[in-house]
């Protein structure tokens, strides 16, 4: 191990020794908030209900960011803290939500770039508060967890701030021009294309325990269907669905409620069948996260307007 791992174990020893019971549910609380369930709430909230072109800004940076931060971790390879250091104790309950490479950190990618972002393009200032402190809070989460080191956290922090004020003028030029969303989106199969080249190319080459390199797969088939499906979504609503996101508050709560329900059943009910058809870290995870932002971005909002008549007096 190099003097530089070495230093970051020992930060992570000096946070460690910061635990108590207490502060480790409030702990894994926090990270919890960086989740891909609260994200993906998150994300349909915008869309569905506050600015749909903000949605796809925030999607934008997250897909972006995954594709750099899951390249980088199957070209360093650099293994969890407790496989660096055995004796280095982690927060148990974190385990099950540390898969994959260590560096760089792709849950403090995806919190930061999406509350970051959220951060950027509210003008509410309490929300904007809000979300700059959980930027801050949810990676240093992952490291009081002990699943992350300062590296890892730090290059993810940096890396997804970049990428923030990177598209600024991305969501300004959406909002000005039609077909720039769907071009952006046409771009993004480009690092999606490479991503899924990559991972599948590193996984033929590797040997030993090919966990990890399995995981990259499964994600980088995931990103692909994500990226194909939120193009779909572009080009269908700007030439037919064409929704609106307005409605009274009971109208969008309904809204929410009943589109996780549909679009978390598409997710789930299609798992089993599309794996036991193509296997597992295959195509199947790319058809089946396409039909989800189908079913989100295109195939729901069709329905909006009825939400729109709701609480309109006649």
């Known amino acids: 191990m190099s003097a530089f791992m070495a230093w970051n174990l020992d930060i992570l020893r000096a946070i460690a020794a910061l ?11 926090i990270t919890e908030l ?41 070209a360093f390879c650099i293994p969890r803290p407790w496989l660096l250091d055995p004796s280095f104790e982690i927060v148990e309950s974190a385990r099950a ?18 509350y970051g972002g959220l951060a950027r393009v509210t003008e509410k200032w309490w929300l904007r508060i809000v979300c ?18 300062p590296l890892d956290v730090g290059v993810s922090f940096l890396l997804a701030w970049g990428l923030v004020f990177a598209f ?8 000005r021009r039609g077909g720039v969303l769907e071009r ?24 030993g325990d090919l966990t990890n390199f399995d995981h990259a797969v499964k994600t980088a088939w995931t990103m692909l269907g994500l990226v194909l499906g939120a193009l779909v979504s572009a080009l269908a609503d700007r030439h037919y669905t064409r929704f609106e996101t307005g409605a009274v508050w009971w109208a969008q709560v309904l809204k929410v409620m009943l589109g996780l329900a549909l679009t978390l059943a598409v997710r789930v009910a299609l798992k089993a069948p599309l794996t036991a058809a193509f296997g597992e870290n295959s195509v199947g ?22 939400f729109q008549l709701m609480g309109r007096k006649k």
């Open 97 to 114: 939500g540390a898969a994959g490479f260590s560096f760089p950190s792709g849950h403090t990618q995806n919190a930061v770039a999406a």
């Open 34 to 74: 960086g989740g891909e369930t609260v994200f993906m709430v998150l994300l349909l909230v915008v869309f569905w209900c506050v600015d749909k072109n903000k949605g796809y800004y925030l999607m934008l940076l997250c897909f972006a960011g995954t594709a750099v931060n899951q390249v980088l971790k199957i």
């Open 19 to 29: 635990r108590t019971p207490r502060l480790d549910s409030i702990m894994q609380g």
């Open 184 to 207: 952006a989106w046409l771009a993004m199969l480009v690092p999606a294309a490479a991503f899924l080249l990559c991972a599948l190319r590193i996984r033929a080459l590797a040997h």
């Open 132 to 149: 700059l402190a959980l930027t801050l809070l949810i990676p240093f989460s992952r490291m009081y967890l002990g699943v992350h080191t």
């Open 285 to 306: 995870e790319a058809l089946r996260y396409f039909a989800v932002v189908l079913m989100a971005g295109t195939l729901w909002p069709m329905t909006f307007g009825w």
């Open 168 to 175: 600024a003028p991305l969501l300004e030029e959406i909002e």
